[in-house]
């Protein structure tokens, strides 16, 4: 099999693996209890949420571990808006479905939700934002460091400090950019930012809400009063040292990592090119070294998928956790992509693994499912 999915999910690096399996069966105490099997578990905890911490240049007490990103974006946006019922927030128009779908059950419930285009490249306008702040009473916003779909790169520094200037807190959902781009919490001046392991090479089920000290979310969870009384519940133990030591080793890999996936990214790029109707969105846009997403005038996406899936060969059509339904991705539409178009896209999203001669088989195989279609 060759997979090319690793925006939806990664394998766990074996190294991973090791440090979790002595914490699935032999040390099961609780991290809460006071004897030493217990200790032995907090204190591993504790070594994980350094980790992490270290990962984006954040302190351990800022580390709110959770069940995973779309967790982690919940409690962002709503622990801080139950702050302020009735209050108002603004998220970008192409946020993964946890943030945007939480923005929009906000709006239900009775908060103002305001949504932040994108430009035709893909890019968050920041200017869109400056008159929205300018407007309005907004007390949140937030914005994604790297687009799951495109793998476009987003001026969070900048959009950061325009929401400064207008006294509203920032929060950025860090899950694509994490182990792709270099990540500076307190440098790129936002007050909260999601992380999840299972996106580098960690174990599913875990993710982080890194928080700004001084910031008081309501919980979504109470009880047990574990992680600062931010997040009740036994600890995922295993998982967390499986999300620390993941965070240590992409942090020290990560910068050959991304010389290999820019490399293999353009050895495909370079082959989608030579081929008839393939259209490479936001091709001239700064995006995460692995990502890359393309329409075939003409072509179903989901149709694709499916014919490369036959040749063993895995990839997504828009986002992981949008395929199975048939509507166009909404980020393409958010940047003005034609709808025909937008429902051919497919994306690729490559891994430390792969290899220049998995990316040449997909391109044979694509070519040849592309000619059976008729389209070439
Ligand atoms: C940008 C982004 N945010 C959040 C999530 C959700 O993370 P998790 O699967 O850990 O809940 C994903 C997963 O696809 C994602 O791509």
């Not at 394998?11 to 693996?17: A, G, H, S, T």
């Not at 709503?78 to 709006?107: D, Y």
Request: overall charge negative; glycine content about 10%.
């Amino acid at each position: 099999m060759i997979y090319f999915d690793h925006n939806a999910t990664t394998p766990m690096d074996d190294r991973v693996v090791e440090v979790m399996a002595p914490f699935l069966a032999k040390y099961y105490g609780n991290p809460s209890s006071l004897y030493r099997w217990g200790r032995i578990a907090r204190d591993a905890i504790e070594q994980a949420r350094a980790q992490v911490a270290s990962l984006v240049n954040a302190t351990p007490n800022q580390v709110i571990f959770t069940s995973g990103g779309t967790e982690a974006n919940n409690l962002a946006l709503q622990g801080w808006m139950r702050k302020f019922p009735g209050g108002k927030l603004a998220v970008s128009a192409i946020e993964h479905s946890s943030v945007l779908e939480t923005a929009q059950g906000l709006q239900q419930q009775g908060w103002q939700t305001s949504f932040i285009p994108v430009q035709a490249s893909g890019v968050i306008s920041a200017d869109a934002l400056d008159e929205l702040l300018d407007d309005s009473d907004i007390q949140l916003v937030s914005c994604m460091a790297a687009n799951n779909e495109t793998g476009v790169v987003q001026p969070v520094a900048e959009l950061a400090q325009i929401a400064r200037q207008h006294n509203t807190l920032f929060h950025s959902d860090a899950v694509q950019a994490a182990g792709k781009l270099p990540l500076d919490f307190p440098g790129m001046g936002v007050q909260m930012m999601t992380l999840s392991a299972h996106k580098i090479y960690g174990p599913k089920g875990v993710g982080a809400l890194i928080v700004d000290k001084n910031l008081e979310l309501m919980p979504l969870l109470y009880g047990g009063g574990q992680e600062r009384r931010l997040r009740g519940g036994t600890e995922n133990v295993a998982g967390i040292i499986g999300f620390g030591k993941a965070a240590e080793l992409v942090l020290q890999e990560r910068e050959s990592q991304a010389k290999h996936l820019l490399s293999l990214r353009q050895q495909l790029e370079a082959g989608l090119m030579t081929i008839p109707g393939v259209e490479i969105f936001a091709q001239q846009i700064p995006r995460l070294p692995n990502t890359i997403q393309f329409g075939v005038n003409g072509v179903d996406g989901e149709m694709l998928v499916m014919s490369l899936d036959r040749e063993n060969i895995a990839v997504s059509s828009g986002s992981a956790c949008a395929s199975g339904g048939s509507e166009p991705s909404h980020v393409l539409v958010a940047m003005g992509v034609e709808e025909n178009l937008a429902r051919s896209a497919v994306r690729i999203s490559l891994g430390k693994d792969n290899t220049a001669n998995e990316v040449e088989r997909f391109l044979l195989s694509l070519q040849s499912i592309l000619q059976s279609f008729g389209v070439i």
